[in-house]
């Protein structure tokens, strides 16, 4: 009997999935519990496990299809004495994680069939190793039972070429054909050109990005203010800090707390634009950015206004770890109602940040640099340690007064800061 699979609920907040790659094929048999696709949801890859035992018969969504919570996605031929200890209420697809659970979303792939003796892969891994003419059994392969993983073939091709030896025992993948035609332009790739597959979070992040940037009106403001005894507060603090927390003090948790602090004032700037409505927020959930080789992630501090500066800085070294550890789960990706980006650990004194969509906004937190400015006596000069913040707004729901009196709060924030001060 055919039942059907339908796209699970990823999280408590997500109504629908990206299909990233299917790991099965009509025709090929699975066992419950087996991934049979690969989805993106915010920024997290997630695998969808079978429900039960049997054969695949269609599939109903393709690759990059977004499709919502409870419809279908793919068509199972059931044995009948399976079929009979199925409940008729229950879900087709059980979700791969609930929006509670702390289980490590992975970016591992089922295999699709290969060799008898070779690593397994998914039909996604072997469009790549066709692309670039590779031998399978050539590259170490680091996935679960044996995989190999697009990590591992993206690894490989950065390391110095190789002789690519042929196995007896493997079959040699031939390369792709390329399609051409004469009205081909020159931006198509040509002979000595290097072709690197979009991961599927960088994907979602050109989706995410374009979305924003087409529906959202974005006004920009920026500021600059000075955060000299921030500077020696740090200073004064941070040796402290790292033999007693085991990880150094930067100046992002301050921002982090100076904003937390100016949105519990202005809680338009925490909202979203929907279906012709302004949300307001109750909950502070900032959304921080963090790479992890060529791709970003955006973690959530949740609660942040909170924290004391010492719960903001654990946060912030807690998440960044997961993401750099690839143990951030579905839960610590979601929630969040602002974003705080810091643009100047790379040195940038001034950017425009595109809105991390559907929120209202996002700050950049430029570096801070030394410069000659008057005393407030006027009758002199002084180093200062200045910063620039800069802000971009949705214009929908958010003017120039309510973006100018929610940074002169951050500024504010940032001035009270004062080495004297307990992290607690």
């Known amino acids: 009997m055919k039942k059907e699979m339908t796209m699970p609920r990823l999280g408590e907040s997500v109504t629908e999935g990206t299909i990233v790659d299917w790991l099965v094929k009509p025709g090929q048999e699975i066992a419950k519990y087996d991934p049979i696709c690969e989805v993106q949801t915010v920024k997290v890859i997630a695998e969808v496990p079978a429900s039960f035992d049997g054969t695949i018969v269609d599939i109903l969504a393709k690759n990059g299809d977004t499709v919502a919570v409870g419809a279908p996605i793919a068509t199972i031929e059931v044995a009948a004495e399976a079929e009979s200890t199925l409940d008729s209420t229950e879900p087709a697809a059980a979700p791969a994680q609930s929006s509670t659970s702390k289980t490590p979303v992975t970016v591992s792939a089922v295999p699709a069939p290969t060799a008898p003796e070779g690593p397994r892969f998914s039909p996604a891994v072997a469009t790549l190793l066709a692309h670039h003419q590779l031998n399978a059994a050539d590259i170490p392969a680091t996935g679960h039972q044996g995989r190999l993983t697009r990590k591992d073939v993206e690894k490989y091709l950065a390391q110095p070429q190789q002789p690519n030896v042929q ?3 493997q079959h040699q993948l031939a390369p792709a054909p390329m399609a051409t035609t004469a009205g081909e332009s020159m931006s198509a790739t040509a002979s000595g050109d290097t072709v690197i597959p979009a991961s599927s979070i960088r994907r979602v992040i050109a989706q995410r990005m374009s979305l924003s940037s087409s529906e959202i ?3 920009w403001m920026m500021v600059e203010q000075d955060v000299t005894r921030l500077v020696q507060l740090r200073q004064a603090k941070k040796a402290e800090f790292q033999q007693q927390e085991g990880y150094k003090l930067t100046y992002f948790p301050f921002f982090v707390k100076a904003v937390a602090q100016a949105l519990v004032k202005h809680p338009r700037l925490n909202s979203s634009w929907q ?3 302004i949300v307001v927020h109750h909950d502070i959930n900032l959304s921080i950015a963090v790479a992890k080789d060529d791709e970003l992630y955006v973690p959530v501090i949740k609660h942040a206004d909170r924290l004391s500066l010492k719960g903001i800085a654990a946060e912030i070294d807690r ?3 997961a993401v750099r550890k ?3 789960t579905a839960d610590e990706m979601q929630g969040g109602t602002f974003t705080v980006n810091n643009t100047g650990s790379f040195g940038s004194i ?3 940040g595109i809105i991390n969509y559907p929120q209202a906004a996002i700050i950049q937190v ?4 030394k410069e000659l400015k008057p005393t407030p006596d006027g009758l002199g000069f002084k180093v200062a340690d200045m910063v620039n913040l ?5 214009h929908r729901l958010l003017d120039g007064v309510a973006a100018g009196g929610f940074l002169r709060d951050v500024k504010q924030n940032l001035a009270d800061f004062e080495p004297s001060m307990n992290l607690n």
């Open 217 to 219: 009106p974005h006004g």
């Open 326 to 328: 690839g143990t951030i």
């Open 350 to 352: 001034s950017s425009m």
């Open 167 to 169: 196995h007896p025992d």
């Open 275 to 277: 279906e012709g409505q």
């Open 366 to 369: 430029e570096s801070i640099r």
């Open 319 to 321: 998440l960044a770890l």
């Open 390 to 394: 800069s802000l971009s707004v949705d």
